[in-house]
């Protein structure tokens, strides 16, 4: 596959997961909102990732991500806040968030930040 295609599909597929977030808090349903919004971000930042290095790197770290792409501190500190959602929203033995409502709103903001970022340095 054509980098430049792959790269394509992975920012697409990160804006639909942000759609997805959208439409599961809309629906009440915040811990899927919650996954699907660190999964946009997750992409998001894959799809930088292939473009500065031919490859795709498999792990759910989005620090670790955001660091070797150089993204700046403001997008590694969202990182920060959506990696976990990867774990608690997927394993009910990690960890009960209590306001996953609030939770889940505030990281639908802040994998917007990051696939905003993402395609901005895709250009």
């Not at 990182?79 to 968030?97: Q, S």
Request: charged share 30%; glycine share 2%; aromatic share 10%.
């Amino acid at each position: 596959m054509k980098k430049s295609i792959e790269i394509k599909k992975w920012i697409q597929k990160a804006k639909e997961d942000l759609n997805t977030a959208q439409y599961n808090l809309d629906g009440g349903k915040y811990e899927a909102a919650a996954f699907f919004a660190q999964q946009a971000a997750e992409k998001s930042l894959k799809s930088v990732y292939i473009k500065k290095f031919n490859e795709l790197i498999k792990i759910h770290d989005l620090v670790l991500i955001a660091r070797k792409i150089d993204a700046p501190k403001e997008i590694r500190d969202r990182c920060k806040e959506l990696t976990p959602a990867y774990l608690y929203t997927r394993y009910p033995d990690v960890v009960t968030i209590s306001n996953i409502d609030e939770v889940a709103t505030k990281l639908i903001d802040y994998a917007q930040e990051v696939v905003l970022w993402a395609e901005e340095n895709l250009l």
